[in-house]
């Protein structure tokens, strides 16, 4: 507010008492167009959510899907600014994830440690923040957290997981019905916003969350055909048997193989099934029955065209806001943020889902466009975290972040400028065991660039304890724990105390 004392000094100056009603007008002018450009000079903020969105099928992140072209208006945000290629998760799953996104906080400290737990709505959270300090706030699609949104001048939000057909939305006004596919309705719904319902004259945060590609990969009609002909590539670890880890991936419950269910997942034996994708799958399943690494391969094959459909819509729908931006002026002043909620499995180790700390489900994609403050192009390789998130969001609204968030802005690394004492390691708990789901054990761990030291404990694991050990430089794909061999014993010793260190510093209680 420094206008203030400059007016004050020019009133002392002329030595009036009392201005005359011209000069108040002028200086009514001057304050009103000085607290118009305060404002204008705050950039917007844009945030794309989708749900369970690996970094394997986004086109930017390159890989073994990039010849499909899965992604070309996302891949817009990281041609035009920057991919963040170590962005990590602190609990891999839904609902905890976004607890995390709102309060910058460790499950533990947010209370939202599994699926099932409360989420105390009433905690702190940015976008309360954001509004105190002219900010406009929204948040339209999927937010998986019980209770009236606050912090949002606008909510509209998918109950609980959504629908991907005819979805209902939450509003401060109650339920309300909506035809059509979720995804594209969260885009229409977000557009309007833009267009007609904000407040122009206030810099805004809009988090658009998508609910695709969750399970069960339900596709628009418009795209349901799309990749038909293509044989999709397979990860080589399609067929992983386990036998270079401990007990805990051994038993879990989420393989193509055992736990994707063909009528409920992949929608074969819709018998008399009006949609011709379904019926064509259930007339080849009746004609050929495969069974075993057939089964897998074409289950994985359905698995993969179905969800890289769902993808088609959030990718157009980033299209039509990036488009919208631009036509609209807002482009310069307004960041475009790309992310997910978690990463997933692409049938690496025979998995789909998530909830592991190895690299597909830890890691989540970031992409980042900020006109004239983002080199376009640009690739980040330092450890990022989703507790980043709430402090970077005040960081590029000039808010201070409040003491007890537990993350660090990424705005300078953003700009190409990391702190030298940026965080060179990272610390996950996952705590979904026993649940309803996929059976993965509870487990905590930390994981530097190349080292990664897992601990899984409690319920059903050997010994109430099982460590495991990664050179992820030597085995990316982690299909090898190195915890027993002895050339890297100290490094496992180091990362102990790093991970007893992180403890600490994040206030991880000793129970948890
Ligand atoms: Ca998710």
Known sequence: MHYMPFIQTHYSSMKINRPSSAVRGLLALVVCCQLVSAASSKPNIIWIFSDDHSFQTIGAY????????????????????????????????????RAVL??????????????????DQDQM???????????????????????????????????????????DF???????????????????KSL??????????????????????????????????????????EPPNLFDDYQGRGSPARTQDMSIEKSMHLLGDLKVNK?????????????????????????????????????????????????????????????????????SDQGFYMGEHGWFDKRFMYEESFRTPLLVRWPGKIKPGSVNTDMVQNIDFAETFLDLAGVDPPEDMQGESI????????????RKSIYYHYYAYPGFWHSVKRHEGV??????????????????????????????????????????EGEIRRLKKEMQRLRTYYQVPDDA
């Not at 055909?225 to 999709?232: Q, R, S, V």
């Not at 259930?282 to 993808?311: E, F, M, S």
Request: charged content about 30%; some cysteine.
């Open 411 to 422: 705005v300078p690394l953003m700009k190409g400028k990391t702190p030298a004492d940026w």
């Open 271 to 339: 018998k008399g099934s009006k949609n011709l994708q379904y019926a064509k799958r259930n007339a080849y399943y009746q004609k050929h029955k495969p069974t075993g690494k057939d089964l897998v391969r074409w289950k994985y094959q359905l698995y993969l065209k179905d969800y890289l459909r769902c993808i088609w819509a959030v990718d157009e729908g980033v299209g039509r806001i990036l488009d919208y931006l631009k036509e609209s002026g807002l482009e310069e002043d307004t960041i475009v943020m790309y992310c």
């Open 170 to 188: 939450i509003s401060e006004k109650g339920t309300t019905a909506h035809t059509g596919y979720v995804t594209d309705v969260i885009t229409d």
């Open 102 to 119: 709102l309060t910058g906080k460790h499950s533990h400290l947010n209370g939202k440690r599994t699926n099932h737990d409360t989420f």
């Open 192 to 233: 309007t916003w833009l267009k007609s319902q904000h407040n122009k004259d206030k810099p805004f945060m809009l988090m658009i969350h998508h609910k695709a590609p969750h399970r069960h990969w339900a596709p628009a009609k418009r795209h349901m055909n799309k990749y038909e002909d293509i044989t999709i590539p």
């Open 125 to 167: 959270n940015f976008a309360k923040i954001l509004q105190t300090k002219g900010y406009e706030t929204a948040m339209i699609g999927k937010i998986h957290l019980k209770g009236k949104m606050q912090g949002f001048d606008y909510w509209d939000v998918l109950p609980g997981q959504g629908k991907y057909n005819n979805p």
């Open 447 to 488: 994981s530097e660039k190349r080292f990664k030291l897992i601990r899984f404990y409690g319920k059903d694991v050997i010994d109430g304890e099982e460590w495991e050990f990664y050179d992820l430089q030597k085995d990316p794909s982690e299909m090898k724990s190195e915890y027993l061999n002895p050339e890297y």
């Open 62 to 97: 390159g890989g073994r899907y990039q010849k499909l072209n899965p992604t070309p208006h996302i891949d817009r945000i990281a041609n035009e600014g920057m991919r963040f290629d170590r962005c990590y998760v602190t609990n891999s799953i839904c609902a905890p994830s």
